[in-house]
T-cell receptor, first 112, second 112 residues
């Protein structure tokens, strides 16, 4: 599984868009980008995933660059409840995690 | 549906003791996994299973055993607990045809 790089922490004002970057320059052609988040002490929660097209669901949007070497998770109107650690993971779809890990993620703090 | 459940929520062991962490899911998911999360770090995969009777090692399998006799249950056994196994343990499951994993609430284990 490709390795990902995320900034350790970010702040965002409540009501504004939160843009969380992820670098995955060694991604392979059949690997998807997944995003999860972990609110303090809870189990991680799935947010969204994509291959090469931009994706949107009720929680967030995922923008993947044309060369697929990086992506951005967008929370359009961040709330205090979005404060969490956000993990970017790259792996082949429809397979188990294999030997991949969640890495250290980005701690997003939404401030009033 | 209860989703993914884990017991116990908290456990304290002495070095050398053995125990089993329980994980169950009621979503009929084929894939199940065990992760550990050390303080301030991301999740690391211990073992996983792609169906009843089939298990495989993840990134950090040493000191742990698993079995999968039913679709619903995926227990994690610590053979001889060590202080290095102090961690929070998360169980997750996934449907074969979908990408998102569902995580349990975690078991907080302390080995003294």
């Amino acid at each position: 599984d490709a390795k990902t790089t995320q900034p350790p922490s970010m702040d965002c004002a409540e009501g504004r868009a939160a843009n969380l970057p992820c670098n995955h320059s060694t991604i392979s052609g059949n690997e998807y980008v997944y995003w999860y988040r972990q609110i303090h002490s809870q189990g991680p929660q799935y947010i969204i995933h994509g291959l090469k097209n931009n994706e949107t669901n009720e929680m967030a949007s995922l923008i993947i660059t044309e060369d697929r070497k990086s992506s951005t998770l967008i929370l359009p109107h961040a709330t205090l409840r979005d404060t969490a650690v956000y993990y970017c993971i790259v792996r082949v779809a429809y397979t188990n995690a294999g030997k991949s890990t969640f890495g250290d993620g980005t701690t997003l703090t939404v401030k009033p | 549906n209860a989703g993914v459940t884990q017991t116990p929520k908290f456990q304290v062991l002495k070095t050398g003791q053995s125990m089993t962490l329980q994980c169950a899911q009621d979503m009929n998911h084929e894939y199940m996994s065990w992760y550990r999360q050390d303080p301030g770090m991301g999740l690391r995969l211990i073992h996983y299973s792609v169906g009843a009777g089939i298990t495989d090692q993840g990134e950090v399998p040493n000191g742990y055993n698993v079995s999968r006799s039913t679709t619903e249950d995926f227990p994690l056994r610590l053979l001889s607990a060590a202080p290095s196994q102090t961690s929070v343990y998360f169980c997750a499951s996934r449907d074969q045809g979908r990408n998102e994993q569902y995580f349990g609430p975690g078991t907080r284990l302390t080995v003294t």
